[in-house]
């Protein structure tokens, strides 16, 4: 059985010879090839370039085309901000303060960058199609309509439910679009990828995001296609809603457990994939800790629907020989037993040269935001424009630091914090809100409250 056959294999919740293998390679693949992020999200050639070398290096069964949430809201009209190292992040919202869907672009997938990704998609099916499965990912319905809307849109979701469901169902009609243009190209798998349905609640899931998410799914599965729903945070509440969507697949990233969604997909006849650990394992750990982690993965998913898979988009600089580590574990079952076996895992311990501030001594109210890093990760992002946001109405000023955890010292303060799961906002190190954002007027009540207990 080629690799490609294995991937769909599992995809199907069928039993593989072997785990299936999707290592997410978005910009990973410009560092591949020597590129930054921007040149190479701009280049058919480039993105080849990088798939090659991934092909080679990690013997996939899928690879992503490209891995970036912002194609779509670039058509429609958001700047965006560019990096060397990181996919684009969306800086202005063209539906702001109400403004009207008529407003926006007409919305087609010949436009923007769309013709490059699809160009590099019609040869990497030429090319590397009979080797390994080919994905399409789209920006979700919820996510792209907050790339246009901002933050506004979880208070609009309470005080004009309707306008927010037609902005979600148009998103989702231009998630149909790119889809189309996927599978005429070649796609094998269509991936809708929408992070911030990890902040809202099953009930809003249902009534905002299902309906429209099985618009995508069943347009997918009509044209013979399958599809996946690729969720990051802890959307550990909305593994039941998730599950009774109508995608073939569901992905999720390190922040929940994968017992969970294992016995939640076995349920309602789904795959599953995850949950390497994205930054402490394949970016900042070595060759041992990738193999271990893989090894986790591959004991709990077990050998019937399993995508072993990292949570989301590898890091730039996530070093080659980890990832190969986790290939050798998917690939070679002896060795994979003898690591298992061998293996001592390491439990350095990183928060012990971290030192955090004396919170009480301190002047001014401390806001400690952990995240994965808000340059790449959309909640991330929107978490700390709701902190920066916040600031701005307060009575007194505070200090707002930014952890990433794609560094140790914020592997470290994350730890000293007690936090477990991203984006987290801390107050004088206390968490204040774990993997949720809230709305302005909480999170302003709630610094308040911090500063009124620094003047007793």
């Not at 399958?226 to 969720?231: D, N, P």
């Not at 006849?269 to 060759?287: A, I, M, R, Y």
Request: aromatic letters at 6%; a negative charge; proline letters at 5%.
């Amino acid at each position: 059985m080629n690799r490609r056959d294995v991937l769909l294999k599992a995809l199907h919740n069928e039993t593989t010879p072997r785990p299936a293998w999707l290592p997410f390679v978005g910009v990973h693949g410009a560092k591949l090839t020597g590129q930054t992020a921007r040149d190479y999200l701009h280049s058919s050639d480039l993105i080849m370039a990088g798939l090659r070398r991934a092909n080679e290096l990690y013997r996939p069964d899928g690879l992503p085309i490209v891995f970036d949430l912002q194609l779509e809201a670039e058509v429609l009209g958001c700047e965006l901000r560019w990096a060397d190292e990181t996919p684009p992040s969306v800086c202005t919202h063209p539906l702001e303060q109400g403004k009207s869907l008529l407003s926006l672009p007409v919305f087609d997938a010949s436009m923007g960058r769309f013709p490059m990704v699809m160009d590099a998609l019609g040869r990497a099916k030429q090319e590397l199609g009979d080797e390994v499965a080919l994905y399409g990912l789209l920006c979700g319905p919820f996510t792209l309509a907050l790339h246009l809307m901002g933050n506004d849109i979880f208070l609009q979701m309470f005080d004009h439910p309707d306008y927010v469901k037609a902005v979600i169902g148009f998103c989702a009609s231009v998630g149909q679009k790119v889809a189309q243009a996927y599978l005429e190209r070649g796609a094998d798998v269509i991936a809708v990828v929408d992070p911030m349905t990890s902040q809202i609640s099953p009930e809003h899931f249902e009534q905002f995001v299902s309906p429209v998410a099985n618009q995508i799914f069943d347009f997918v599965r009509d044209r013979r296609g399958l599809s996946s729903l690729f969720v990051c945070g802890d959307a550990t509440r909305n593994l039941e809603v998730m599950c009774r969507t109508d995608c073939d697949n569901i992905c999720i990233d390190e922040n929940i457990a994968l017992e969970r969604i294992r016995d939640y997909t076995r349920g309602r006849n789904k795959s599953f994939g995850g949950n390497l650990k994205l930054t402490s394992v394949l970016l900042l750990g070595d060759e041992e800790d990738a193999q271990l982690d893989a090894i986790r993965c591959i004991d709990v998913g077990g050998g019937c629907g399993f995508v072993l898979a990292p949570g989301c988009d590898l890091p730039f600089h996530t070093p080659e020989k980890n990832l190969t580590a986790v290939a050798t574990m998917v690939h070679d079952s002896y060795r994979r037993e003898v690591a298992k076996r061998t293996i001592i895992a390491k439990t350095a311990e990183h928060a012990a040269a971290v030192a955090l501030p004396d919170y009480a001594a301190e002047p001014h109210v401390t806001v400690d935001v952990i995240t994965l890093d808000s340059a790449s990760c959309a909640p991330c992002q929107y978490m700390m424009d709701a902190v920066h946001r916040a600031a701005k109405r307060l009575s007194q000023p505070v200090i707002v630091k930014e952890h990433r955890i794609t560094s140790r010292e914020g592997i470290g303060t994350m730890t000293r914090l007690g936090v477990k799961n991203i984006p987290t906002i801390c107050l004088d190190g206390t968490v204040a809100f774990s993997s949720i954002i809230p709305d302005q007027n909480t999170l302003v009540a709630s610094i308040e409250a911090k500063i009124l207990e620094k003047r007793k």
